[in-house]
């Protein structure tokens, strides 16, 4: 009988400390471009006050992130396990009989 091929290990992860971080205070879009899940993220940003002012808030798109099928398959579990234990915490216990 044959056996299954085994798949290639995945590459090493490189962390470059030079990429990129993004802030977001919100998520204005979400859709699927081509197949990838697309997803638009914008923060507030404020404008320099003058005097006898209040600032003006903005909304500025912060970033873009475009996923693969698999990618995003990955991002929703690792959301999930993230938020589980907390939704777990805010459930009431049940009452003793």
Known sequence: MATA??????PRLEYPLNEREIFATEV???????GN?????????????????TPKARRVVAGRLILTGPA??????????LAAPSEAAQRPSPEPN
Do not use: M, Y
């Not at 899940?37 to 002012?53: M, S």
């Open 5 to 10: 091929p085994i798949p290639p290990p995945k």
């Open 28 to 34: 204005v879009g979400v859709g699927s471009v081509h």
């Open 37 to 53: 899940l697309a997803i638009t993220f914008a923060t507030l940003r404020f404008d320099e006050p003058t005097i006898g002012e």
């Open 72 to 81: 995003a398959t990955q991002l929703l579990q690792s959301l999930h396990k």
